[in-house]
């Protein structure tokens, strides 16, 4: 980057460097501030509050997360941007891509599930006991009952709530064995007793 220079000639011959603003770097970080404005307004009020911004800040993205798309709020959307320019926007840029990470997780594992619902579905026995193969805790007969119904349902064109049942039967399951997966990782990691070190 290329920085801008004034430069002065004082009494014997000395020179003072002014060093300018970069006007076309303050504008991409203007508009990236923008982007963040935008981003943070489109969150739950909860997931807004908990960013922790100051007050004028937090007020501005609330009163732009209900308004249209119009002149008025792009107005506002660069006022944010300036006063986030003010600040140290660091802890928000790091807590807002922790969100977007726990966000595409929750896609993943919705689509994780589905999968396994739709086979459990098609393929009925043999699906099941690949499942039980991967979560040997699961529920057998809760599942296979799960199962039947809502292949009976299918058939019969009803609605599915044997179906949903089944989801969010998975969902549970899998979210307890991620659970159990770090419970498990937590206690490899802790240290030795120092009483075996001393043997």
Known sequence: MIEEYDVEEMEEGVEYYAIRPNKTRIKKEIAALFQLAEEISALSLATINSFELPENIRTGIIQVSGMGHTGARKRLLKYLAGQLHKIDVEPILEKLSRLKNQSAHAVREHHIVERWRDRLIAEGDNALAALLDEHPHAD?????????????????????????????????????????????DEADDEPEDDSELDD
Do not use: C, H, M, W
């Open 140 to 184: 057998r007969q809760q599942l296979r009952q799960l199962v039947r119904n809502a292949q009976k349902e299918l058939q019969a064109a009803k609605p599915p709530k044997s179906s949903r049942l089944l989801y969010r039967y998975l969902k549970t399951l899998f979210i307890d064995d991620d659970d159990l997966d770090d419970g498990l």
